[in-house]
């Protein structure tokens, strides 16, 4: 009904409004929190505690830059500080100014005062950080694995198709509830090559598949992939940090029961940072996409 609906998006508006404000509210509280912090930790530059409340504040709100300054103004007093050294490195990493990032993990790994706990640590940050050095980069994961449904075919329990409240029809015994299991794997993969060209600008390619295959209804077997490749541009790296305009093009197939959907096309899709954790990506995309069902084809525009 019109009305619910209204009434569910004025609820959902009020609760986004809400949020945003309480969100607000937080950040002013941080803010404040932040100056006031920097005037103390100028008249105590040597402060340990003081100056790291500050990195701590500065960092929630996404001010890397002065949470690095007052790290390295700490450092300036006193050298040997391997624990400051790796946070260095950590708050770099997070700028992906990723050369200052090992410079500074490697500097903290040879102080032999640096405790193992942070030593695991940046042995793990280390080679990722050297990684993202690397004009070309590969990146992807796997997942697979063997499950069990009681009802593969998603079939009602009596045989029946019930609609509107009434049964109208007996399912032949092929379509009927039955157990099975079935084995499956999901694959992504990635390359991003750095244009090498000050701004950030990198070539992205981006793989996907899906693969699942039924021990006894093999009917229901399934398998998808998709690629997509486009460079990702800065769109102002001075005046708009983060912000970058990615145009690529897409394609995908996948087969079910003898039936194949194939599409390509091409698309646009922005990437607009919000916060320093939280970032958006609107997009619009353009596909032809055609399917065969080993009777018919069908070719359309979506």
């Known amino acids: ?138 990146s992807g994961f796997l997942q697979a694995g063997i499950r069990t449904q ?36 999901l694959v992504g993969f990635g390359h991003d090559y750095d244009l090498q060209n000050q701004r950030g600008d990198v070539l992205e390619t981006r793989f996907i598949g899906y693969a699942t295959h039924q021990f006894r209804l093999d009917q229901f077997d399934l398998g998808l992939f998709e690629a997509s490749f486009g460079p990702r541009l800065a769109i102002a790296p001075e005046s708009l940090p983060g912000w970058t305009i990615k145009p690529y093009v897409v394609g995908g197939a996948s087969a079910f029961d003898g039936a194949r959907f194939s599409s390509a096309g091409a698309g646009l899709t922005f990437g607009i940072p919000l916060h320093a954790r939280v970032s958006v990506e609107p997009f619009v995309e353009w596909r032809q996409a055609s399917f065969d069902d080993r009777r018919t084809e069908v070719v359309s525009t979506l």
């Open 150 to 185: 009681s009802n593969a075919a998603f079939a009602p329990i009596d045989g029946f198709i019930r609609l509107g409240g009434e049964d109208l029809a007996l399912l032949p015994a092929a379509a009927r509830r039955r157990a099975d299991a079935s084995v499956f794997a």
């Open 1 to 138: 009904m019109v009305w619910l609906r209204c009434i569910v998006i004025g609820v959902l508006a009020v609760i986004l409004v809400g949020a945003s404000s309480q969100i607000g509210r937080s950040e002013d509280a941080l803010v404040s929190a932040q100056n006031r912090l920097w005037q103390e930790v100028t008249r105590q530059p040597t402060n340990y505690d003081l100056t790291y409340d500050l990195v701590r504040v500065s960092s929630r709100i996404g001010d890397y830059e002065a949470a690095i300054g007052a790290l390295e103004r700490l450092l300036f007093y006193n050298p040997d500080l391997a624990r400051v050294r790796y946070e260095l490195g950590s708050l770099y990493y997070r700028l992906g100014s990723y050369e200052m990032a090992a410079r500074y993990f490697k500097e903290a790994l040879a102080n032999p005062m640096l405790d193992r706990a942070t030593q695991e640590r940046i042995e793990t940050y280390l080679p990722l950080a050297e990684k993202q050095l690397q004009p070309s980069r590969f």
